[in-house]
């Protein structure tokens, strides 16, 4: 089993950055792709960022290229998401997941992720 942990999130105004975190513990997840996801109420868990097990390849989904950052420090079993300029559309409880296969690939769906996290809100106000 592995465990993700999250952290990072808050509340803050249009414009500011924020830097989430995901701590992985439980198995070596060095060889993993990992992602993070949002989800808003009502609405599916959306796609934001993926990362490759040595961050040779990273993926984004449109509303947050250029703006958004995902790294991971495989000797801390660490995974970041850098938020710049953010935008009240970006409101939503952020998930980190971790793909339990050594395919390497950055999918897109949700199904795809073997572990999750427990989400960290983040709130952008305007």
């Known amino acids: 089993q592995v465990q993700l942990v999250e952290s990072g999130g808050g509340l803050v105004q249009a414009g500011d950055s924020l830097r989430l975190s995901c701590a992985a513990s439980?198995?070596?997840?060095?060889?993993?792709?990992m992602g993070w996801f949002r989800q808003t109420p009502g609405k599916e868990r959306e796609f934001v960022a993926g990362?490759?097990?040595?961050?040779?390849?990273?993926n984004y989904t449109d509303a947050v290229k250029g703006r958004f950052t995902i790294s991971r420090d495989n000797a801390k079993s660490m995974v970041y998401l850098q938020m710049n300029l953010l935008k009240p559309e970006d409101t939503a409880v952020y998930y980190c997941?971790?793909?339990?296969?050594?395919?390497?690939?950055?999918?897109?769906?949700?199904?795809?992720?073997?572990?999750w996290g427990q989400g960290t809100q983040v709130t952008v106000s305007s």
């Open positions: 439980g198995r070596p997840v060095n060889t993993f792709t």
């Open positions: 997941a971790l793909r339990w296969e050594l395919e390497v690939t950055i999918p897109i769906l949700s199904t795809e992720y073997t572990y």
């Open positions: 990362i490759t097990w040595n961050g040779g390849r990273t």
